[in-house]
């Protein structure tokens, strides 16, 4: 199974056996994937069903929250109904208890296993800047590279900053401009010059390389976790 249904609880029969093994499927498939050290898409997903279920299990009204959002008005009120039936039906709402206690530590076992590729992915990139960086770092040019450093995909990136006084967040936007080859000619300085002279509209870009010492999959689990590095490195630096 490639993916598991963001109401997947819900879905369908609501029977203990048949959701272990809707779920010991997808575990199976995310196991693969992290055998192959390909982390994306499948760490974000783990995330969001472990946090869904320990919020579904402190709290039992956000069962609606688990079905289905884009729904007609005939299938709303069916749902509705059954909304209600389940939570007025005990044996029911024994079974849900019995799948989210057995889903839980499943997908935390498998969380825990994708934490530690990615803390291993993380420490195997160094962040350092290509000549010299302005004081305004929330824009400018990436150079993602791993061995045996023959290419370089470069991106241009967008430090975005939203909420309020109390909690900031921080989200970056990439869009790839090139991949080029890497050579003792074509060096990173050298490299940061051309886009200068190609994009007018940043004449004093920031720049950065992430520089990988092992080689990972490329868009499944180093640029990911290049991004969130990155991110992180330009909030301690701000």
């Not at 093994?21 to 994937?33: A, D, E, H, I, P």
């Not at 946090?51 to 509705?80: Q, V, W």
Request: charged share 25%; proline share 5%.
């Amino acid at each position: 199974m490639d993916k598991l249904s963001k109401d997947w609880l819900t879905q369908g029969m609501i029977d203990f056996e048949y959701k272990k093994y809707v779920l010991m499927g997808y575990l199976q498939t995310v196991k693969n994937s992290f055998g192959k050290v390909e982390l994306y898409p499948f760490l974000a997903d783990l995330v969001f069903h472990y946090r869904n279920l320990m919020a579904l299990k402190e709290n039992k009204t956000l069962f609606r929250e688990a079905f289905p959002k884009e729904l007609s008005l005939e299938e709303l009120k069916n749902l509705e109904l059954r909304y209600r039936e389940m939570v007025e039906d005990d044996a029911i709402m024994q079974e849900l208890e019995s799948i989210i206690n057995f889903a839980l530590p499943e997908i935390k076992g498998s969380l825990q296993e994708g934490s530690v590729i990615y803390e291993y992915v993380e420490s195997q990139c160094e962040i350092s800047p290509v000549g010299v960086t302005p004081l305004y770092a929330k824009e400018g040019y990436l150079f993602v590279t791993q061995p045996p450093e023959k290419e370089t995909h470069i991106y241009r990136y967008q430090m975005s900053i939203f909420g309020d006084s109390q909690e900031q967040l921080r989200s970056l936007n990439t869009q790839f401009i090139d991949r080029v080859e890497k050579n003792t000619a074509n060096t990173y300085e050298r490299l940061k010059l051309d886009l200068i002279r190609k994009f007018k509209d940043m004449p004093n870009p920031a720049a950065y390389l992430i520089l990988a010492r092992t080689k990972f999959p490329f868009s499944e689990t180093l640029m990911p976790v290049a991004k969130r590095l990155f991110v992180k490195h330009i909030s301690q630096a701000a």
